[in-house]
């Protein structure tokens, strides 16, 4: 390594193409990155192609403007500054004629720095801030606080080491998490437990010492049965319920209605094995859980993430070592105080869309989080991912004015006709606009229907601080190894200079003091008597000492300042106060007359390598390595069908239907399916009706985000359990190019 980079300053930056975000060594020479550092993740694919990434010739280099009808793929390079000031003027103009609320801003999966979007937002004065946060952790993080007064943070992987069992639900780290997945190697080395709850083989039920093979969208029932069997057993830490938990005797009525035998008949999961998880997970002590998308996406998730949340209290595992580690802030200026929410007016406060999904809205934030910050002192998390209009709902509004109109969107770091549920209707929303202002890296599905598309900076251009916004006191930073400049070869920004610029030229410069990012972090570190040079030298920041059942001393931050198995926010917001079990809304059981044309179970989107979401299909090697996008059927079933391993095969929902190929997975359940999310084909033309190939294999033509489907509580959309039919493609199927 060292004689390859010979001569290269070195930079200590923070990779952001996935989730870990590693700290890299960056070699730089004249301006140039030459490679980075090995990743400390096993099986990165990413780091050995740092360079061929980073300077891939279809990256973003110049401000673009559409000079052609929307959609059409005809651009015109700008300035940044004519980028500015024109987007500007449009925004006020469309601010003067509908409101504030008429302007959307749009959030990914927290690639970038999320609270300036939202300083923005509320200094413009639209409450319309929305994006994943809904499905991608912002609702788990939501259920914890409400009923445990903070989130047991997700990525503590250190915990691990004192775990004696682990249930993974929904959750599979070997290509998501592969930190975790280490972890949980470890763990089990040492005799840990590890069980796994998903429908699909996985890394993960490959390496558990239980797979529960759960019917899709039925994990409320599984744990409701799991903490029945704990009950019925007085196998639960009588002196922890007791003390700190409020409802029990609600609880284990509602309970007697998920014996065994019945969830078992429901979640199809054999009932010994029910009676088996329980109890490893309540004897092999401290246990602790991890739930991840299969949960989260899944229709009625508030109630999955409900008995996620008060099992572990159930068993006493709360804030203990190696359980549900309670872990508190940080001590530095938090992203939500940057946030700004009490400059947006009380009057466009109450015009979020979505306000009636009750967690969500700012009443349901502001309640959950002031009982947080009673005992803590501080918030766990901030508003831009548990606080948000309605995706589906701000999509309605573009396309049809319902309940107004939303006329302009702001889009960074996120691809929204890939990754957002039901995108025919998305794209009608978005060829609606009227103003449409993407901030990428490069040209997208979605950035294809932009006014303007402007180029972000990448991680190795960006100096970044981070803290899992702020639900652990842990601390990470990085720092920019290359220009972000290279005159003649590309003029980028950074996303808080994308923000800053935009917003001084809307009136807001006194609330954009710091001129770059840097100045913003010493601002922020100052309580702590740090400053970004130095964070970036010792790489993170970690308490010394770390204080378990701290609630021992403070109670919980929960109304009742206990674990509240009966809410009283959900009491207090008109739901079901304790959890229950419902039916996804198309499923075989709920939905048999569609089952009928569609008798298949769709789940979506489980993770692999070496692609993150809908990134890095531009990347020539991985795309040799794994050329098309792939769903997973029985041998079984597809034999039904004719289908054989790596046919073409079409998958239809009510919604629509799209082609992938098919591989055999013998342990699947034979009414499932599952398809791969986030394909779109850069290398097919980029106007329409191509859009790169959208339409072609992208699993959000099938998805659904039907209002009535929405979980009620929290807002969040049904991505994985919907009915689906597949049958065999014909060639003329195939767009050349991927034949
Ligand atoms: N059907 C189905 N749909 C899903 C899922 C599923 O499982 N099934 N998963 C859902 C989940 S959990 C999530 S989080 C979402 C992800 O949804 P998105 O966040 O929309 O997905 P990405 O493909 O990561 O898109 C991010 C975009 O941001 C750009 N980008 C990356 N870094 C930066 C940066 O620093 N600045 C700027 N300006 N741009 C940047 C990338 O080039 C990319 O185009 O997808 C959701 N959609
Ligand atoms: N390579 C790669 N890594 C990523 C990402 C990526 O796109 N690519 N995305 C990142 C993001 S934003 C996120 S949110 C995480 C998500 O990472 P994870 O939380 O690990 O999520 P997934 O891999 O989407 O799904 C986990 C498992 O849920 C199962 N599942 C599906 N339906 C159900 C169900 O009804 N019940 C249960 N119990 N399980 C079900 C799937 O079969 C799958 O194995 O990954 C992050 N890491
Ligand atoms: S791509 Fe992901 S695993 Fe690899 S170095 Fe970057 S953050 Fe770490
Ligand atoms: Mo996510």
């Known amino acids: ?360 809205s700012r009443e349901g934030y502001e309640y959950i989080q002031r009982n947080v910050e009673r ?59 009227e103003l449409y202002v993407v901030v990428d890296k490069f040209m997208t599905p979605s950035a294809e229907l932009a006014d303007y598309v402007l180029p972000a900076a990448d991680w190795p251009e960006r100096d970044f601080m981070f803290n899992y916004h702020n639900t652990t006191p842990l601390i990470i930073a990085g720092e920019a190894a290359v220009p972000k400049v290279m005159p003649g070869e590309y003029d980028r920004r950074d996303d808080y200079e994308f923000w800053r610029g935009l917003g001084i030229r809307l009136g807001q410069k006194e609330y954009w003091p710091w001129e770059n990012v840097r100045e913003y972090y010493n601002w922020r570190l100052k309580p702590m008597g740090l400053t970004f040079e130095e964070l970036v030298k010792m790489g993170k920041w970690f308490p010394e000492k770390r204080e378990f059942r701290k609630y021992e001393k403070t109670g919980f931050g929960t109304p009742t300042g206990k674990v509240e198995f009966y809410s009283t926010v959900l009491e207090k917001f008109g739901y079901d106060p304790l959890p229950k079990y419902e039916e996804p809304p198309e499923s075989p059981v709920s939905a048999s007359e569609i089952a009928k044309e569609y008798p298949y179970i769709l789940i979506t989107g489980a993770r692999f390598l070496p692609y993150f979401h809908s990134e890095f299909r531009q990347v020539e090697a991985f795309r040799k390595l794994y050329p098309y996008p792939v769903c997973e059927i029985h041998p079984e079933t597809a034999k039904k069908h004719g289908i054989e391993e790596g046919d073409w095969v079409w998958i239809e929902t009510k919604r629509g239907r799209i082609i992938q190929r098919c591989r055999y997975v013998e342990d699947l359940d034979p009414d499932v399916v599952h398809a791969q999310h986030g394909w779109w084909f850069p290398e097919l033309p980029g106007e329409e009706p191509w859009l790169h190939g959208v339409w072609i294999s992208n699993v959000n033509v099938l998805t659904d985000d039907d209002p009535d489907h929405i979980d009620k509580a929290l807002g969040s959309w049904p991505l994985r359990t919907m009915l689906c039919k597949i049958y065999k493609a014909e060639k003329s199927a195939i767009p050349i190019p991927l034949s």
């Not at 749009?106 to 970038?112: A, Q």
Request: net charge positive; glycine share 8%.
């Open 375 to 433: 005992v803590w002192g501080k918030r766990c998390d901030f508003q831009g991912a548990m606080c948000l209009a309605s995706a589906p709902l701000v999509f309605r509004a573009m396309a049809y004015g319902d309940p107004y109109p939303v006329k302009a969107l702001i889009g960074v770091a996120c691809n929204p006709m890939v990754t957002m549920p039901n995108v025919r209707l998305v794209y009608r929303a978005l060829k609606n606009l």
């Open 1 to 360: 390594m060292k004689e390859k980079y010979e001569g290269a300053e070195v930079k200590r930056s923070m990779c952001f193409w996935c989730k870990p975000r590693c700290l890299l060594n960056v070699y730089v020479k004249d301006g140039r990155l030459l490679g980075v550092s090995k990743s400390p993740i096993a099986g990165c694919p990413r780091w050995k192609r740092a360079a061929e990434i980073f300077y891939h010739p279809a990256r973003l280099r110049y401000p673009l403007k559409r000079v052609g009808e929307r959609g059409e793929g005809r651009w015109k390079r700008i300035t940044w500054d004519q980028a500015f000031d024109e987007i500007a003027k449009r925004l006020s103009k469309i601010r003067d004629r509908y409101g504030a609320e008429a302007l959307a801003v749009e959030h990914g999966t927290s690639r970038t720095y999320e609270e300036f979007r939202y300083r923005f937002a509320n200094l413009f004065g639209t409450p319309n801030n929305f994006g994943q946060g809904h499905i991608c952790h912002g609702n788990s993080a939501v259920v914890a606080c409400m009923v445990l007064g903070w989130w047991p943070y997700w990525m503590n992987v250190e915990k691990l080491e004192k775990t004696r069992c682990v249930l993974m639900i929904g959750r599979n780290p070997g290509p998501s998490h592969q930190t975790i997945r280490d972890g949980l190697k470890k763990a089990r080395k040492r005799g840990a437990k590890v069980i796994a709850v998903d429908p699909r083989p996985s890394e993960i039920t490959k390496e558990s010492d239980l797979w529960l093979r759960i019917r899709p969208g039925t994990d409320a029932a599984l744990l409701l049965g799991m903490m029945n069997v704990i009950v019925e057993e007085d196998l639960y830490d009588k002196e922890f319920v007791e003390k700190w938990t409020y409802g029990f005797d609600k609880l284990r009525e509602r309970l007697k209605e998920y014996p065994p035998s019945k969830v078992s008949e429901i979640t199809r999961v054999p009932e010994e094995q029910i009676v088996k998880a329980a109890r490893i997970y309540a004897t092999e002590k401290p246990s602790c859980a991890m739930e991840g998308m299969g949960v989260a996406h899944q229709p009625n998730s508030l109630n999955a993430l409900l008995c996620r949340y008060l099992l572990p209290a159930l068993v006493g595992c709360i804030d203990v070592e190696g359980g549900e580690e309670l872990m508190g802030p940080a001590p530095f200026i938090t992203e939500h105080e940057v946030e700004l929410p009490d400059a947006l007016p009380e009057e466009q406060k109450k015009k979020m869309i979505g306000s009636h999904f009750r967690l969500f």
